[in-house]
């Protein structure tokens, strides 16, 4: 199993940058897929995902701001965030399956709002 912990979310002013940290406990993390979702009044989106492999995913809203990342010997990845827009505000949500798992992780989410 998975405990996540994610971390760095703030306030900030549009065009600022965040990056938001999860970092894994119980597991190799590096077998893992993980993904960053957004909640918001009103939704739940995926926001970006990095394969066990890799390989990385973006929602087109933020393709070109954000940068999903893995350091797997620190068992974390990263959501670098820049040139922010208000429309970003939300909370973030990490999350983790493993390949033919039947359940998935998430952790306790952290608050990104952006306002001038």
């Known amino acids: 199993q998975v405990q996540l912990v994610e971390s760095g979310g703030g306030l900030v002013q549009p065009g600022g940058s965040l990056r938001l940290s999860c970092v894994a406990s119980?597991?190799?993390?590096?077998?893992?897929?993980v993904s960053w979702y957004l909640q918001a009044p009103g939704k739940r989106e995926l926001v970006a995902r990095v394969?066990?492999?890799?390989?990385?995913d973006y929602a087109d809203s933020v393709k070109g701001r954000f940068t999903i990342s893995r350091d797997n010997p620190k068992n974390t990845v990263y959501l670098q965030m820049n040139s922010l827009k208000p429309e970003d505000t939300a909370v973030y949500y990490c999350?983790?399956?493993?390949?033919?798992?039947?359940?998935?992780?998430w952790g306790q989410g952290t608050q990104v709002t952006v306002s001038s």
């Open positions: 394969t066990g492999g890799g390989s990385t």
């Open positions: 119980g597991d190799i993390f590096s077998g893992y897929a």
């Open positions: 999350n983790a399956r493993k390949r033919g798992a039947p359940v998935d992780y």
